[in-house]
């Protein structure tokens, strides 16, 4: 694949990441979540 193509890919993933949590703060909370999501999960 094009370099510029990968660059632009990898680019929009990030933004849509980071509008998603809207701050770095917000990241962690929805990663934290995410992580008691799949103990509780492996628990069951």
């Known amino acids: 694949m094009n370099l510029v193509i990968k660059s632009f890919l990898l680019s929009f993933i990030c933004f849509v ?8 703060e917000g990241l962690g909370e929805d ?10 999960k492996a628990k069951d």
Not at 17 to 24: D, F, I
Not at 31 to 40: D, L, N, R, T, V
């Open 17 to 24: 990441a980071l509008a998603g949590c809207n701050t770095m």
């Open 31 to 40: 990663m934290e979540a995410g992580g008691e999501a799949i103990s509780e």
